[in-house]
T-cell receptor
Framework: GQQLNQSPQSMFIQEGEDVSMNCTSS?????WLWYKQDPGEGPVLLIA?????ELTSNGRLTAQFGITRKDSFLNISASIPSDVGIYFC?????????FGTGTRLTVIP | NAGVTQTPKFRILKIGQSMTLQCTQD?????MYWYRQDPGMGLKLIYY???????DKGEVPNGYNVSRSTTEDFPLRLELAAPSQTSVYFC?????????????FGSGTRLTVV
């Protein structure tokens, strides 16, 4: 199957700090998405990227679609306690979303 | 709108038993999906449907069956439960159209096979 590698696997940060995580793939995707999953819930879409090189923001979140179409990163600025959760990247191809293994974020107040 | 609704939320099955996981959406989405999520992992696609009457296999379809008789409902059937099917199952949907890849997920069914 497709391999999407996310890093880091987990992060512990102080409230107010900025966060950066990334995702790399062995193959090309035409669409990259970032999801957040809270405990006991399904993933919720944060940002969708449709074009190589695209940089998109959603509030304190910024994501970029890599030029090679094999990578993407997500930045969260000025973290707050409710940012806690697992962040997944996903690449879309052929009616399927291929998910990364997730980055678990802990925000220390 | 309720979005994507999954039932039950939790279930324990004995090896060899069968069950149906229910999924319904009220957004008139054409596409529906079933994923499973094993501990510490991302989601993997089991089956998907592009519309009523049409289904297709995903990455990990073995041991499962689906049907799509209406736009709203997309049940997932386990015929002979095995411990390897212990997982959290998510149903998702999205509208038809290029660029509409923001899937809406249900809150999941946690299944344990003992």
């Amino acid at each position: 199957g497709q391999q999407l590698n996310q890093s880091p696997q987990s992060m512990f940060i102080q409230e107010g700090e900025d966060v950066s995580m990334n995702c790399t793939s062995s193959s090309i995707f035409n669409t990259w998405l970032w999801y957040k999953q809270d405990p006991g819930e399904g993933p919720v879409l944060l940002i969708a990227l449709y074009k190589a090189g695209e940089l998109t923001s959603n509030g304190r979140l910024t994501a970029q679609f890599g030029i090679t179409r094999k990578d993407s990163f997500l930045n969260i600025s000025a973290s707050i306690p409710s940012d806690v959760g697992i962040y997944f990247c996903a690449g879309h191809r052929s009616n399927n979303l291929f998910f990364g293994t997730g980055t678990r974020l802990t925000v220390i107040p | 709108n309720a979005g994507v609704t999954q039932t039950p939320k939790f279930r324990i099955l004995k090896i060899g038993q069968s069950m149906t996981l229910q999924c319904t959406q009220d957004m008139n989405h054409n596409y529906m999906y079933w994923y499973r999520q094993d501990p510490g992992m991302g989601l993997k696609l089991i089956y998907y449907s592009v519309g009523a009457g049409i289904t297709d296999k995903g990455e990990v379809p073995n041991g499962y069956n689906v049907s799509r008789s209406t736009t709203e409902d997309f049940p997932l059937r386990l015929e002979l439960a095995a411990p390897s099917q212990t997982s959290v199952y998510f149903c998702a949907s999205r509208p038809y159209g290029q660029g509409n890849y923001g899937y809406t997920f249900g809150s999941g069914t946690r299944l344990t096979v003992v």
